[in-house]
C-alpha cells in the first residue's frame, strides 16, 4: 500500500490522504507526491542579523507540524531551512540596506566576510536553540546562504543565457515582463506591487517590480563575472531549494509576507532558468500580531523565546498556544494567552502523568485525530479531542496515555515527560530532592525515598508516583 493513493485507507481503515491548501491553486488540495511515500520540503529560514522573534517562530512551529504529520502518515522525509546570512536587504521590496550589514554597523564591527560570518553563526545558534526548546525535530539541513556563492552564480548565468537578466549600474535585474506568468502566486495585481507597496527607486530599472539577481557593492561581498557584490535574496532559495531537492521539489513554505515578492520571484528565476515549476504545493502560515499588527522586528516591541521564558512562559506553553490556532489564521499575541495556555498544558501534563503506562491506543480517537490533522492540519480541533479523550469514561486510563502518545507524535508536546522546569515554578532545592529521591527509589533504598518525600512535603510539595518518574506538585 503506497501513502500517496488519494482515498487510500491504511490498515486499520484510516484514511491517509492528506489535503493541503495550496497558495499556487487558491484551493485545499488533495497531497500528491513526486515520489511515493516520499516528501521534499523548502522552508524559507531565518536572516540572521538578530535574535529571531516568536512571530517567525511560528513559520518554523506551522513547518515542523506539517513535517510530523508526513511522518504520522508514513512518508520519509527531505526538509530544507535555510539560514540567510547575506543578501536580505533591509526591506522586502528589495531597496535598502544589506541586513547583515546593518548588523555588523549596529554590532561596531569592521565590514568584512569574516566578521559577518561570525556575527551570523551567533544568531544561527540562537535560532536552533530556540527550536531545540519549541521540540521542533532538527530538518534534514541548514543550508547557507554564504556557502552557494556559487550556486547563484551559475543561476545567474542561465537566466542571463536565456535573456531574463540585464546589467545596470547597481547590479543585474530579473526583467519580469519577460516572464508571462509574473505574479501568479497568490494572484498578485501587479500595480499593488508598484508604487508604495513596492519602491523601484533605480531609474535603469526596465520595469518597477525587476529585482536584483546580484547586487554591486566596492566594500563588502565575492567577485562574480559582473562584478563584486552579493547575490540578491530572493537568488538563494532558488538555488539552495534547487541543490537539496531537486525541481521540481514537493512543498515550499513561509509566511504569507513571501507570498506577494519573494516567493512570486523565487517561481520566476527558478521556472525562467529550467523550465520547470520550482515546487508543486505553496503553503503559507498567517501572522502572528500584535496589537492586531504584524510582530516584526522594524516595528519593535517585538517578543523573542527568551521575553517569554523570563516572563515565566515555557517555549512549550507558547508551542500548545500556537496549536490552539489553525495555521492559516492570524494570532494576537498577549502575555494573558500564553499564561491560559500554560494553564491548560500543564492540565493536560497532570493528567498524563497520571495514567499509567502498559495501555494501547484507542482505534476509534486514533482514526478521529488523523482524519482532523490530516485536513490541512486542523490542530485546535486535534486538541479539542485529546480533552475530549480525556473526559471520555469509556477508554481505559492507560489507553488514554497511549493514545495521546500517539497524538504526540504530531503535537510536538512531550506528553511522555513530566512538567518541565521552566513551567512550573518549583524551587530549585525541592526539585534537587525529588531527583535524589527518584535515584533511591531506582536503586530500591525505599527507606530513603520515604525520608526524601518526607522532606519534600514538609517543604509545601508532594509528589505523584507516574510512569517514568514522579510529578511534583504545590500542596493545596
Ligand atoms: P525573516 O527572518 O524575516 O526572513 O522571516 C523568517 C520567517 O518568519 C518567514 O517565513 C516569514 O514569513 C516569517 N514571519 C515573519 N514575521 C512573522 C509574523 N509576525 N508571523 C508569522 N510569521 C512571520
Ligand atoms: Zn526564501
Excluded at 485507507?9 to 485545499?28: A, P, R, V
Aim: net charge negative; proline share 4%; hydrophobic share 35%.
Amino acid at each position: 500500500m503506497v501513502a500517496h493513493q488519494a482515498q487510500e485507507l491504511d490498515m486499520k481503515g484510516h484514511t491517509t490522504e492528506i489535503k493541503l491548501f495550496n497558495t499556487l491553486s487558491g484551493k485545499k488540495e488533495a497531497f500528491k507526491p513526486l515520489r511515493a511515500g516520499h516528501v521534499g520540503m523548502y522552508h524559507c529560514g531565518p536572516t540572521v542579523y538578530d535574535d529571531a522573534h516568536i512571530g517567525n517562530l511560528r513559520s518554523y512551529v506551522f513547518a515542523d507540524i506539517l513535517r510530523r504529520t508526513f511522518e504520522y502518515n508514513g512518508y520519509s522525509i527531505d526538509q530544507i531551512v535555510n539560514i540567510t546570512d547575506v543578501g536580505h536587504l533591509t526591506s522586502d521590496a528589495d531597496e535598502g540596506e544589506d541586513k547583515m550589514t546593518k548588523a555588523l554597523k549596529r554590532l561596531g564591527k569592521p565590514l568584512t566576510l569574516d566578521a559577518m560570518r561570525e556575527t551570523a553563526s551567533v544568531y544561527e545558534d540562537h535560532f536552533k536553540e530556540d527550536l531545540v526548546l519549541l521540540d521542533i525535530e532538527t530538518p534534514s539541513a541548514f543550508p547557507r546562504a554564504s556557502d552557494h556563492i556559487k550556486d547563484d552564480i551559475e543561476l545567474i548565468h542561465t537566466l542571463e543565457k536565456n535573456g531574463y537578466a540585464y546589467k545596470i549600474s547597481r547590479g543585474v535585474c530579473f526583467d519580469t515582463s519577460k516572464f508571462g506568468t509574473y505574479g501568479k502566486l497568490g494572484n498578485i495585481k501587479l500595480d499593488s506591487l508598484k508604487d508604495g507597496a513596492r519602491v523601484s527607486t533605480d531609474p535603469e530599472k526596465r520595469n518597477q517590480t525587476d529585482f536584483w539577481l546580484w547586487k554591486f557593492d566596492d566594500n563588502l561581498g565575492w567577485d562574480s563575472p559582473w562584478g563584486r557584490g552579493f547575490p540578491g535574496w530572493h537568488i538563494e532559495c532558488s538555488a539552495m531549494s534547487r541543490k537539496y531537492l531537486g525541481q521540481p521539489f514537493d512543498i515550499h513554505t513561509g509566511g504569507i509576507d513571501h507570498i506577494p515578492v519573494h516567493h512570486n520571484n523565487e517561481i520566476a528565476q527558478s521556472e525562467a532558468a529550467y523550465g520547470v515549476p520550482l515546487a508543486r504545493y505553496w503553503i503559507h502560515n498567517a501572522f502572528l500580531t500584535m496589537n492586531r499588527s504584524k510582530m516584526a522586528k522594524s516595528a519593535g516591541g517585538f517578543v523573542t523565546l527568551k521575553t517569554l521564558v523570563t516572563n515565566d512562559l515555557s517555549p512549550l506553553a507558547y508551542r500548545y498556544w500556537l496549536l490552539t490556532g489553525h495555521y492559516r489564521s492570524p494570532m494576537d499575541f498577549s502575555y494573558e494567552a500564553i499564561k491560559a495556555a500554560q494553564n491548560a498544558y500543564k492540565r493536560l501534563q497532570e493528567a498524563m502523568a497520571g495514567y499509567p503506562e502498559g495501555g494501547k491506543v484507542d482505534a476509534g480517537f486514533v482514526g478521529r485525530f488523523k482524519a482532523l490533522i490530516n485536513d490541512d492540519l486542523d490542530t485546535p480541533k486535534a486538541l479539542a479531542l485529546a480533552w475530549e479523550l480525556i473526559k471520555d469514561a469509556g477508554v481505559d486510563d492507560a489507553d488514554k496515555r497511549a493514545t495521546l502518545l500517539d497524538f504526540d507524535r504530531v503535537f510536538g508536546l512531550k506528553l511522555g515527560s513530566l512538567p518541565c522546569p521552566t513551567d512550573e515554578v518549583i524551587p530549585d532545592n525541592v526539585r534537587a530532592l525529588a531527583d535524589e529521591r527518584e535515584q533511591a527509589r531506582q536503586a530500591k533504598d525505599w527507606k530513603k525515598a520515604d525520608k526524601l518525600r518526607g522532606e519534600i512535603e514538609r517543604l509545601g510539595y508532594e509528589l505523584r508516583d507516574a510512569a517514568g518518574g514522579a510529578a511534583i506538585k504545590k500542596k493545596v
